[in-house]
């Protein structure tokens, strides 16, 4: 739903969005802290979501460096790595 909302503002044609919700959510989930200090880190990741902020210009420079150094297009660089195991 977020992204088709995104997609009304043409911010995700030949951006890498999705690929860094996904990254921002692994780290959410998977990344230091848990508990109390996963929520308190929240807002600075929700902030960090928009195509606008730092984080994000930054990993869109890395995917198009690790590209180049590939000798592949951006858009052609996905993210293969396997999500653990959910523990409930």
């Not at 902020?53 to 592949?72: I, N």
């Not at 660089?77 to 999500?83: P, Q």
Request: glycine fraction near 4%.
């Amino acid at each position: 739903m977020c992204m088709r909302w995104l997609a009304n503002f043409n911010l995700l044609h030949d951006s890498f969005l999705l690929e860094f919700v996904t990254q921002q959510t692994r780290e959410f989930l998977y990344g230091a802290g848990q508990g109390k200090a996963r929520f308190r880190r929240l807002p600075r990741l929700l902030d960090e979501i928009s195509p606008f902020s730092q984080a994000y210009q930054e990993f869109e420079r890395t995917v198009a460096k690790q590209a180049h150094d590939q000798g592949a297009k951006p858009q052609d660089m996905t993210d293969l790595s396997e999500w653990p195991d959910f523990k409930w």
